[in-house]
């Protein structure tokens, strides 16, 4: 079990960094921090609608990923016995 929780908790490293990294690479909606780093700017060098789909499908594999690891390491936790 301890083998489990420990391959849990590096997957939940690796995904919360990789979660943090994607959504920063969002385009920004308006608004916010985003327009302090020119994000507020239009400019023709933004994603394309394809790259920016597939960039949201992988967020949302990756963020529900995140969500199942930590899930399972609370489900652990609350179950293993001292």
Do not use: C, Y
């Amino acid at each position: 079990m301890e083998i489990l929780e420990f391959a849990l908790q590096v997957l939940l490293g690796i995904t919360s960094l990789l979660l943090t990294l994607l959504i920063l690479l969002h385009k920004g909606r308006g608004g916010g921090l985003s327009d302090m780093f020119g994000g507020g700017m239009s400019s023709a060098m933004g994603s394309s609608g394809l790259a920016e789909r597939n960039l949201n499908r992988f967020t949302i594999v990756l963020a529900l990923s995140w969500f199942i690891a930590i899930v399972a390491l609370g489900l652990i936790t609350k179950f293993s016995v001292l």
